[in-house]
């Protein structure tokens, strides 16, 4: 039995938001309120960047109505950053945000650490649980996952896919209908362009819309297939004749043969070094109107996609708040170094638990969608990932609403007391 640990709780979220990363938040708070060793549960606004600026909040003072709301709010409640702690690229620098977060972390004596992310947050909670038993502060550090893009490994899925590829699913369905409604005997195309720069999990969740064979999507263009203009203009000049339209949906790290990102913008990079997308679609708008002269439009569902908390999976709220309250058990239970993971245990009735993974295990390790969920010639994922995609979308969330409106949270977000001098 791990020695009873008391002190406070710090959660804070990290990166690209998703429609439930909130929905884990309001179960860390809800869950730590129920342990008599938490004393007081503090956010960390804009994630570990405003650790850094000791710019935490007071999260009991927040009334239970709005912790609540949380579960149906999109965004991150508590805001986010790109931030990384860089030991191989700028040793220097990351050990003095080591020696700043720990002046944080004692001077508000946490104890409990979580942090809700993806890839590179995760990576960062490692990082601090190593240097906390490094420097014998005891603290317990629980990651919960958290992305869109899907691509965190040993978890069956992350909190946030099963509400993006519903919303972008139901979109092309009904985009489709708008396209179909309106094609001529000249023909037309649609290309939707949505996230995911390395995996195609995004894209590959939008054959969910597709209930019949003729129905859209006709192609989807995953990252993990490189891209051949030949064979891509045959298939919609194929089903263009046959429809008399074609929607084509393209993730948008969709990449060429020699690897090349078709739609990057080499001369833009975000806070890890990574190119800028989000011009794939206009890409192949210009491949297929140039070379098959076809009307084409495209759409790009951008942040629409991952902020869609009015038609959120009701399994991905409620797995989202799951996620939260095992993190808290773990962390008092004595764990630390963890990654809460979703665990299937059946298809048919679906049905799941929580449990956990080491962090060294998942850190900046991506998980790819498997080659034997990909149609033989590419373009579509088959009945495994359909399988494996249907249930995350079950469920509608209905959140509270005003003047026909959702009726989002929002917290009042009671500062803390500062107690060290300004971060150099």
Same mark, same amino acid.
């Given at each position: 039995?791990?020695?009873?640990?008391?002190?406070?709780?710090?959660?804070?979220?990290?990166?690209?938001?998703?429609?439930?990363?909130?929905?884990?938040?309001?179960?860390?708070?809800?869950?730590?309120?129920? $342990?008599?060793?938490?004393?007081? /549960?503090?956010?960390?606004?804009?994630?570990?960047?405003?650790?850094?600026?000791?710019?935490? /909040?007071?999260?009991?003072?927040?009334?239970?109505?709005?912790?609540?709301?949380?579960?149906?709010?999109?965004?991150?409640?508590?805001?986010?950053?790109?931030?990384?702690?860089?030991?191989?690229?700028?040793?220097?620098?990351?050990?003095?945000?080591?020696?700043?977060?720990?002046?944080?972390?004692?001077?508000?004596?946490?104890?409990?650490?979580?942090?809700?992310?993806?890839?590179?947050?995760?990576?960062?909670?490692?990082?601090? $649980?190593?240097? !906390?038993?490094?420097?014998?502060?005891?603290?317990?550090?629980?990651?919960?996952?958290?992305? /869109?893009?899907?691509?965190?490994? *040993?978890?069956? $899925?992350?909190?946030?896919?099963?509400?993006?590829?519903?919303?972008?699913?139901?979109?092309?369905?009904?985009?489709?209908?708008?396209?179909?409604?309106?094609?001529?005997?000249?023909?037309?195309?649609? /290309?939707?362009?949505?996230?995911?720069?390395?995996?195609?999990?995004?894209? !590959?969740?939008?054959?969910?819309?597709?209930?019949?064979?003729?129905?859209?999507?006709?192609?989807?263009?995953?990252?993990?297939?490189?891209?051949?203009?030949?064979?891509?203009?045959?298939?919609?000049?194929?089903?263009?004749?046959?429809?008399?339209?074609?929607?084509?949906?393209?993730?948008?790290?969709?990449?060429?043969?020699?690897?090349?990102?078709?739609?990057?913008?080499?001369?833009?990079?975000?806070?890890?070094?990574?190119?800028?997308?989000?011009?794939?679609?206009?890409?192949?708008?210009?491949?297929?109107?140039?070379?098959?002269?076809?009307?084409?439009?495209?759409?790009?569902?951008?942040?629409?996609?991952?902020?869609?908390?009015?038609?959120?999976?009701?399994?991905?709220?409620?797995?989202?708040?799951?996620?939260?309250?095992?993190?808290?058990?773990?962390?008092?239970?004595?764990?630390?170094?963890?990654?809460?993971?979703?665990?299937? &245990?059946?298809?048919?009735?679906?049905?799941? &638990? &929580?449990?956990?993974?080491?962090?060294?295990?998942?850190?900046?390790?991506? *998980?790819?969608?498997?080659?034997?969920?990909?149609?033989?010639?590419?373009?579509?994922?088959?009945?495994?990932?359909?399988?494996?995609?249907?249930?995350?979308?079950?469920?509608?969330? $209905?959140?509270?609403?005003?003047?026909?409106?959702?009726?989002?949270?929002?917290?009042?977000?009671?500062?803390?007391?500062?107690?060290?001098?300004?971060?150099?």
């Amino acid at each position: 039995m791990a020695e009873q640990l008391t002190g406070n709780v710090l959660v804070a979220q990290s990166g690209g938001p998703t429609a439930v990363i909130n929905a884990s938040v309001a179960g860390v708070i809800q869950e730590a309120g129920r $342990h008599e060793c938490i004393e007081e /549960i503090y956010g960390g606004l804009n994630g570990i960047l405003g650790i850094l600026n000791e710019t935490l /909040i007071d999260l009991n003072e927040e009334k239970a109505r709005a912790i609540e709301g949380l579960k149906y709010t999109p965004a991150a409640g508590l805001g986010t950053c790109r931030y990384k702690i860089n030991f191989k690229k700028k040793p220097e620098k990351a050990a003095q945000d080591m020696d700043r977060l720990f002046e944080v972390f004692q001077a508000h004596n946490i104890r409990f650490f979580f942090y809700a992310g993806g890839n590179d947050s995760q990576d960062t909670t490692n990082k601090i $649980h190593h240097e !906390a038993v490094r420097r014998g502060w005891d603290m317990r550090c629980i990651g919960i996952p958290k992305t /869109i893009d899907n691509d965190l490994p *040993h978890t069956d $899925h992350c909190n946030g896919y099963g509400s993006v590829i519903k919303y972008n699913a139901t979109t092309v369905m009904e985009v489709a209908f708008d396209v179909s409604s309106m094609a001529t005997d000249d023909g037309s195309c649609c /290309i939707v362009e949505v996230m995911g720069r390395a995996g195609g999990w995004i894209a !590959a969740g939008t054959v969910l819309a597709k209930r019949q064979p003729t129905d859209a999507p006709h192609l989807i263009l995953l990252p993990e297939i490189p891209f051949e203009e030949a064979k891509f203009l045959a298939k919609v000049k194929e089903t263009v004749a046959a429809l008399k339209y074609c929607i084509v949906v393209v993730g948008e790290g969709l990449k060429n043969a020699a690897g090349e990102e078709i739609g990057v913008d080499k001369t833009r990079v975000d806070a890890f070094g990574h190119a800028e997308l989000g011009g794939a679609a206009d890409r192949l708008m210009e491949i297929v109107q140039g070379k098959l002269n076809l009307k084409t439009r495209t759409v790009k569902l951008g942040y629409a996609q991952r902020a869609a908390a009015h038609f959120a999976s009701k399994t991905d709220v409620n797995e989202a708040v799951a996620c939260g309250e095992t993190a808290v058990r773990a962390a008092v239970g004595g764990k630390s170094g963890f990654m809460v993971k979703i665990v299937r &245990t059946s298809n048919r009735p679906y049905t799941w &638990t &929580t449990d956990l993974q080491p962090l060294d295990d998942i850190a900046n390790v991506e *998980h790819f969608l498997p080659s034997d969920w990909i149609a033989a010639d590419g373009f579509l994922p088959n009945e495994k990932f359909i399988e494996y995609a249907a249930p995350l979308i079950e469920g509608d969330s $209905h959140p509270p609403s005003e003047g026909g409106l959702p009726k989002f949270a929002v917290l009042d977000k009671v500062p803390i007391e500062k107690k060290l001098a300004p971060r150099a």
